[in-house]
């Protein structure tokens, strides 16, 4: 691994000197500072090198060795913090997963949004109704979407609420994985058990078959270990928005140089706090994880190669992981500029396309949701557009949950408008539910295929 250079004037702290946008505003700052230092205090979620592996696995999938997964909740909430929900979304992580090796012919990596996707951006800072105007929900790591004054007043002692959430979250996780759960020889225990009568079942069935039969031939036939492919591993990401709630997190880890961001593998600067010149951006620069960046079609070229020359300076293999998320109406026009401006400056990067955030409407009935065709549409665009300008599209990042909500409409069940109010549980955006996660990644199997 390529040492990158330390960076000057860095410190977990050097953001609070640069404009930090969506930050809550919390009227007691003694209290924000005592929260801070407590979680300061607190053991690392994740260890740097687990971190380091993710990076050498994002740089495997850089140079097409590898597909990157990355999925989950639009906002994780703390009261989801139970044994079934954990459980589901790691079944729907591994299934879809299973389904990618298949379509890819190569190792997936699954990196969920979960164990700390608790803070939310937000387009606007407040919230009315019936002429009452109230701070805007920005995640459970910050304030309760519940519209009262008491409920949205930003509160400092969540961010310790959220940090123990996801440290529970991890702990079952890693048990699972541990324990067996996610032992490729036996998908079975990753059925859900509402999903046998699915139009997906199976299409996902027979795929789990073949790979359960290349494993056993890999093993009898060429003698490669049970241990050596048993277990399959995961990461997790969430979009480091907080600020005080990353940089407590922040360490140095005793045999690994440098900083590094132990409250998760994989944080990334979601498309609205994006700035060169902003603190989000000042924090990213310093730490030593694999990041992310998330591209809206708005985005201005010349500020995009700004960005990459201050968090990606070394072109270390690995450290950057671009998202694009134009919608399915605009990618064509947008990515093959994005690629050209970005293969200029010489720095090699993962491309990952999310087809959720650029895919958001409001139906007449007041519902924000996400049509099943316009995701796949703009996944199905994505692979061709990098394919036809010399580039590749090394992963996918979906809002998608393991249950089974009425938030995405169209797909095999053909979910209208009408359903939505049957099973609409997120408090932000729309994620796929269980049915339309399979279905999705089936599809971008068989277009992989192609
Ligand atoms: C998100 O991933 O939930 C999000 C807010 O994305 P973006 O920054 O791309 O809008
Ligand atoms: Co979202």
């Not at 002429?131 to 920005?138: A, D, E, K, N, Q």
């Not at 440098?258 to 498309?271: E, K, Q």
Request: aromatic share 8%; net charge negative; proline share 6%.
């Amino acid at each position: 691994m390529i040492e990158p250079h330390p960076q000057p004037d860095w410190w977990p702290t050097s953001w609070q000197t640069r404009p930090a946008l969506q930050q809550p505003k919390y009227s007691d700052s003694q209290a924000l500072a005592r929260a801070v230092d407590e979680l300061s205090l607190l053991p690392p979620l994740v260890t740097s090198w687990e971190v380091n592996e993710l990076k050498r696995q994002i740089a495997d999938a850089s140079a097409g060795r590898r597909f990157l997964l990355q999925g989950g909740d639009c906002a994780e909430r703390i009261e989801d913090c139970t044994p079934s929900s954990i459980t589901s979304k790691l079944k729907i992580l591994l299934q879809m997963s299973l389904v990618l090796i298949h379509g890819a012919k190569k190792p997936v990596t699954r990196v969920g949004r979960f164990a700390g996707q608790y803070a939310k951006p937000r387009s606007d800072d407040q919230e009315t109704k019936n002429g009452v105007t109230l701070p805007s929900y920005r995640g459970d790591l910050i304030n309760r979407p519940a519209f009262t004054l008491a409920d949205r007043e930003p509160d400092p002692q969540l961010l310790l609420r959220g940090y123990e959430r996801a440290a529970l979250t991890l702990n079952f996780l890693r048990a699972l994985v541990r324990g067996g759960f996610a032992d490729l020889h036996h998908p079975e225990y990753w059925d859900l058990s509402f999903a046998q009568n699915s139009p997906m079942a199976g299409e996902y069935h027979r795929i789990a078959d073949t790979i359960g039969e290349s494993l056993r031939f890999m093993e009898n036939v060429l003698g490669v270990h049970r241990e050596e492919i048993q277990w399959v591993d995961f990461f997790t990401c969430h979009e480091a928005l907080h600020l005080h709630y990353e940089q407590a997190q922040t360490h140095q880890a005793p045999h690994n140089k440098g900083w590094f961001n132990l409250s998760t593998h994989f944080p990334w600067i979601g498309m609205r706090t994006a700035q060169p010149d902003g603190a989000h951006v000042e924090y990213f620069r310093g730490i030593r994880n694999p990041i992310g960046i998330k591209i809206g079609p708005k985005a201005d070229l010349d500020t995009v190669k700004r960005v990459i020359d201050i968090v990606h300076p070394d072109n270390e293999p690995g450290r950057l992981t671009l998202i694009h998320r134009l919608g399915h109406q605009q990618i064509e026009a947008v990515l093959p500029k994005l690629l050209e401006a970005v293969h200029s400056t010489g720095r090699k990067v993962l491309w990952i396309c999310d087809p959720m955030h650029g895919n958001t409407h409001v139906t007449g009935n007041g519902y924000k949701t996400r049509r099943f065709e316009d995701i796949l549409s703009e996944l199905e665009q994505a692979f061709d557009l990098h394919t036809a300008n010399g580039s590749m599209l090394g992963g996918v990042h979906f809002e998608m949950t393991g249950e089974d909500v009425t938030e995405c409409i169209g797909g095999a069940r053909g979910l209208t408008e009408l359903d939505l109010a049957r099973g609409y549980r997120s408090e932000v955006d729309p994620r796929l539910n269980y049915e339309q996660a399979l279905e999705m990644a089936l599809s971008i199997a068989r277009k992989m295929r192609r």
